[in-house]
């Protein structure tokens, strides 16, 4: 009796250990470390928990999903070298990553590695041209934000417009769209065009400069930090004056940044809030999340890496892992998948298909109000 | 002049066996392992070329990245909008790094210490600004510019980081034979003198701010070289791979390695690319942990993990050629030499002459023969 | 708003002065900590940025977890915490000398800035793994937001707050310096610590002390910057210790009011270039006034004209 339990004990042990030889691998290349650190944090807590319900589940047809982190430092050489690492470390696809340029140097090294790669923030157009076909994005691409922005700047009516970026290649790739938009559409009057520096505490030189332009509509392509204290700064001046910013903008930390009263009535284009998706997973998930880790994810972005994580599932869970299949699945068979933050559908070069953008106002507790379309 | 000790047999089988051993690397290590080396590979290159002004000359050098990013450039540039062969870039990357070093080390060159690091700090930044704000058009922005062809040796195309590993660190093998005659010709041997004692080299007849000035222009080239090597393995050359911390790196690699020492330099870049990786289980933490063992490390090394040898000249040809010197010394007979130790003097630029260490009379034999 | 005959121009380089004016303060007040330290050492502590980030932090914190604005009112609880953070940050640059540069003191001077480097790097990502990564913000109402409008420019309040904190900080440590028994040890030390030594100055001490003295304004920056723009990031150490450093060579490193003088002007430096050249070069310009002060005065402005070893 004893032995026969011990050779049960045994072959369990046995398939056990042939069932978590055969986990799911997904790698998740995040910045952990450097300037987006913050926003690597989000993603990896939000991939990690949407593992964990996959594997309460059952995991995918019985298989575990194991995530296997790498840091991209937010700076391509670290990406190069986690790119390299996780191509060899046994996954099937890898979900990431947050910066373009970041993403850019780590895409050729998946491309030969012929592993998918599903970027979540990475914005930039350059990025599905390359003929990549095992490369999708859950984002949207630049040119897609610039349509929305010069439509809104139009419905809005002002004449004289201040474009301004920071320089980074998300901000002049939007501003030039921008730019580019408003000249064929020869309603306004193209006041000022031109680039702060980034990661600085004082803008009020730039901002003295602008207001002699007399602009009446201010649109910042840049990140929230800069949007924050710009609106900051300009409240201290005196100065007040609409403005808009891209999707870059939309952070909770926006608000605490510049605080409610500065940032009042500043607009941004963006996908849906996380507290604004309207689904019924997307609602079930939020409040997994927040019981988990007590507060809300602070940005859009790292949703949207939850449901690079949810197409690879969907993906998996019907074809297996094989990186090709997975990749045809995705460009041919993945139709309006219910995702976090809505419908996905992929198109011939990976982009997500789909409009996605909302316009949002900033309220006086500092709220972001979905604007009606 | 210089003694150079024959290999003796067990050496020449090290040697090989180490030939044999780097051959086989790739193979045994694999990809992630291979690309790592690689990394270190361009970065111990680059940590030579720094050596040979901070390291050898004793120039506080903290821009050496700006160097670095015209070659890659200049690559980039060529290789995106004239579609040159990307290796056919590499003398004229190399040329234009030089061109460019001269040009702003020319009015800088007499800066002393922490002044000359503070100027250099201000150069990368400026070059790295110029490229955000895609200066003249030409480099694509904070985008950067994104390489399409590999590079192609008489048709065999290299991508895979097993191709890099034997290109980088043919290079590297080629580099550390150059310097390390450099480091022994004459042109070394009055770059030394300069660290040790600038007026005294001065005195000697050294053009001190000819050879600063050269010291810069040959690092700048070999390093304008190697930003061709760097364009054409990360293929997307931006301006945040030539920030002011990449320089701070390419610092920490020669003094942590030991300023002046090749194998040292080597060690630097290998700890210095290594460690982050090596911490990568510790996820957000390995900055941290690297952070530490930097200090760490400068306190148990403080003359650097493999600080350079004694310097050893062979004076017997010259025993009884001067009038007074060499000859009067009793030590100065056949199979003893004279050496000149190493290291920076403590307290160089506070003009204080308390610390320094003795200089031997090796140098001035040379000066004057 | 504005009326017809005003003088735009005029009035906006004012503005922009003003704007870089209160840049330049910040600069200054950091660049003080920095010259001090090289004065005594001869060392770049690399590491000072974080200590003002360091302050910034622990600025913070008191302010939010003490509650002691409830019961003291703003300005007095304001007043505390600075003297906390000074003292807390100070000795943070005690422990900071005596592991990662007391050990270097007698090797060469390269060791050091290359230890400065990894105690640098160690303790921003301290920092960051300890406060997260995000934007950290002050609270609200320690933050002074009256603005003046004198002969139509915009003046905020705390702009003037901020320039004569520096100012009067500058004052203090000079007349500390030049005027006080302990003042003329740390010159002592400074000039040659083995004479000092047989005068019969602990030098040891004075180095800790000096330690002490520099991080600790470092640290007071740090929470001045948070009051005065409301949010702090655990990575802004880097920029405000490269400009703080450059700032303290532009005016000649080692010296005092050559601090205040080089921060100011590379403050206003940055705001014309920004303003009327093309503000996303402004870290350009900052550097080239640097580059070009170096190349006519090779010490700086009112650095000492080191004479040659002969």
Redesign the interface.
Known sequence: MKKIFLICLGLICLLNSTALGAAVKIGLMAPLTGAYASEGADMRRIVELLAEEVNKAGGINGAKVEIVVQDDGSDARTAALAAQRLSTSGVCAVIGTYGSAVTEASQNIYHRNGIVQIATGSTSIRLSEKGYERFFRTCPRDDEQGVVAVDTLHKMGHRQVAILHDSTAYAVGLADEIREGLRKGGRTNLVFYNALQPNERDYSAVLTRLKNTNPEVIFFTGYYPEAAMLRRQMRDMGWNVPMLGGDATNNTDLVKIGGAAAVEGFYFISPPMPADLDSQSAKDFIKSYQDKYKTMPSSIWSVIAGDAFKVLVAAISSVGTEPEKIAVYLHKYLEDFDGLTGKISFDDKGDRVGDLYRLYRVGKQGEFVLQPR | MIVRRLPKPAGIMGLGALFILMLALPRILGPYWTNLLNDMGIYAILGLSLNIILGHCGLFHMGHAAFYAVGAYVTAILSTRFAVPILWTLPLSGLMSGVFALVVARPIIHLRGDYLLVVTIGIVEIVRIALVNNIFGLTGGSNGLLIINPISIFGFQVFSPAHFYYLIWSIGAVTILLFYLLQNSRFGRALNYIKQDELAAEGCGVNTSHYKLASFVLGAVWAGMIGTIFAAKIETVSPQSFSYSESVLLFAIVILGGAGSIPGVLLGAFLITGLPEIFRELQSYRLLFFGAAMVAMMIFRPQGLIPPGRRFYKVRPYLGRFPCGIAARSGARRGISLSASPGYPAGTDAGADAGKPARGPGDMIEEQA | MRRPGED?PMI?FF??LS??L??GGIYALVALGYTMV?GVL?L?NFAHGELFTLGAYLGMTLLLSFGLSGILGPLPAVLIIFAMITGLVGLSGFVLER??YR??R??????????A??????????I??FY????Q?YP?ETRV?I?L?VLGL?I?LMRILLFLASVLLMLAMYLFIHKTKTGTAIRAVAT?Q?AARLMGIDVNRIISLVFMIGPGLGGAAGML?GLY???I?Y??G??YG?KA??AA?IGG?GNIPGAMLGGILLGVA???G??YV???????F???V??VI??FR???LLGER?????
């Open positions: 735009v906006e503005q922009q704007n870089g209160a840049v090289y001869k770049i592991a990662a050990p270097l007698q090797s060469n001077r390269l060791a050091a800035v290359v230890s480097l990894g105690a640098s790097i160690f303790l921003q990502n301290a960051m793994l997260g990564p995000n934007y913000v609200e937001t603005t409008s915009d905020p040659d083995g910057l723009y409301g949010q990031r990575d802004m880097t920029l490269l450093f450059t060579i490193i940055e705001a014309m920004a303003a093309a503000p996303a070069w402004k870290d350009a900052a550097f080239l640097l580059i170096l190349i090779p010490t700086g080191v004479a040659d070893k002969i």
